[in-house]
Structure formats: structure tokens, C-alpha cells
């Protein structure tokens, strides 16, 4: 089972425009680590955030923002007033913080292909 | 500060050809990571190195081998390159492991196997 599902493949938006990008994770580890990654055309991966279980607080930087909700497992993150600049595929990912077997490894989601029209 | 490099940028092998994937980090990390990226799969976790000395399996490890030569460089190599193996290949590390730590990337190698 996926770990983590970043259920929409593609997004279209027009330059201006606010989009959220979903994230739903799955573990049962009490303390476990989400993060964001962008990857633009040029293919390197770019960090952009990391939370950890026990901070709940929302966070904004800039345009960005991100929505993190243990009640329905999810961290999603919104970009306002979007570029074209923008334009990546972002990776949701969790890492798990227990003792198991999963101690350490960061898993990914399938990704968002985000495309902003001028 | 190169951060994480990797070597080969691209690389194109026939079916049953070896080849080993360099990776060096230059930020004084313990843990370092190999991953693959197939269209639609988003990143998986093939072997990881938790610290200088130690070697383990990822997600997908069959067909490859790992070396953690000291402390800055893993290697990946493919004893016998199949189709399947085509992909891009993403070397990372991190300061601790298990500790939630951010991952940093290299730039990724493009393998293409005939």
C-alpha cells in the first residue's frame, strides 16, 4: 500500500490563479516526518518544507503555504497567486520516526505535475 | 560547496553490460541514499547507507550492489544491466539518519539500458 497518495497526476492553472496540491499519508508511527519537494524541468529535486508529527502549526513562506492536518492525514500545499515559474512536478514524501524496519527511509508520492499558463 | 554530485549526467548500456554510478557528498553527512524515478512511480529507495561502514536494502534493490567507500562517496552498480533498469537515478544524503533530517539531492544520472 502507498504510504503516500498524491492523488491528482496533473494540474492546469492560469498564471494568477491559487491551487492546492493534495497529500494524504498513511503510517502508524507516532512521530514521522512530511516534507515537499519540487522538481522543475531541469530535473534536480528541490527542498521546500519539513514537518514534523508534533507540529500542527500551519506555515506560509511567501506565496507558499502549507495545510498540515493529522485528524485526515493530510499536508497539502497551496501556492497563491501562481507563476510560471511554478510550473514542476512536486513530490509529497514521509519519513517514519519508530523503531521499525521503515526507521529512516524517506518514501515518496507519485507526484503533482503542475503546469501555470501565462 | 558542490553539495551532492553524481557521475555519469547520462549513460546508455546493452543488455548485460556493468557499469557503476558514482556519487560524492562534500557536506560531512552520515547517511546517504539511492534512489530510481520512473515516469508515474515518483522515487524509490533501492539501497541506503545509515553511516560510513554500513549497507542496507531500499524498496527495490534487485540487480544492484552499493559500496559506501568512506564517509563522502556511494557508489551503485549494476552487474548486469536489464531494460528494466532504465531510468533516472538520484543519489542523496543526509546529516543523520532516522531523524527526519532533509535529504539533499544530486542532480540525478539518465540510464538508458538497450
Known amino acids: 500500500a502507498q504510504k503516500v497518495t498524491q492523488a491528482q497526476t496533473e494540474i492546469s492553472v492560469v498564471e494568477k490563479e491559487d491551487v492546492t496540491l493534495d497529500c494524504v499519508y498513511e503510517?502508524?508511527?507516532?512521530?514521522?516526518?512530511l516534507f515537499w519537494y519540487k522538481q522543475p524541468p531541469s530535473g534536480e529535486l528541490v527542498f521546500l518544507i519539513r514537518?514534523?508529527?508534533?507540529?500542527?502549526q500551519n506555515e506560509i513562506s511567501g506565496r507558499y503555504s502549507w495545510n498540515f492536518q493529522k485528524s485526515t492525514s493530510s499536508f497539502n500545499f497551496t501556492i497563491t497567486a501562481s507563476q510560471v515559474v511554478d510550473s514542476a512536478v512536486y513530490f509529497c514524501?514521509?519519513?517514519?520516526?519508530?523503531?521499525?524496519?521503515?526507521?529512516?527511509?524517506?518514501?515518496f508520492g507519485r507526484g503533482t505535475q503542475l503546469t501555470v499558463w501565462p | 560547496n558542490a553539495g551532492v554530485t553524481q557521475t555519469p549526467k547520462f549513460q546508455v548500456l546493452k543488455t548485460g553490460q556493468s557499469m557503476t554510478l558514482q556519487c560524492a557528498q562534500d557536506?560531512?553527512?552520515?547517511?546517504m541514499y539511492w534512489y530510481r524515478q520512473d515516469p508515474g512511480m515518483g522515487l524509490r529507495l533501492i539501497y541506503y547507507?545509515?553511516?560510513?561502514?554500513t549497507t542496507d536494502k531500499g524498496e527495490v534493490p534487485n540487480g544492484y550492489n552499493v559500496s559506501r567507500l568512506n564517509k563522502r562517496e556511494f557508489s551503485l552498480r549494476l552487474e548486469s544491466a536489464a531494460p528494466s533498469q532504465t531510468s533516472v537515478y538520484f543519489c542523496?544524503?543526509?546529516?543523520?539518519w532516522g531523524s527526519g533530517d532533509e535529504q539533499f539531492f544530486g542532480p540525478g544520472t539518465r540510464l538508458t539500458v538497450l
Open positions: 542523496a544524503s543526509s546529516e543523520r
Open positions: 503510517t502508524r508511527d507516532t512521530t514521522y516526518y
Open positions: 514537518r514534523n508529527s508534533f507540529d500542527e
Open positions: 514524501a514521509l519519513s517514519e520516526g519508530g523503531r521499525g524496519s521503515t526507521l529512516g527511509r524517506l518514501y
Open positions: 557536506m560531512n553527512h552520515n547517511s
Open positions: 547507507s545509515a553511516s560510513e561502514g
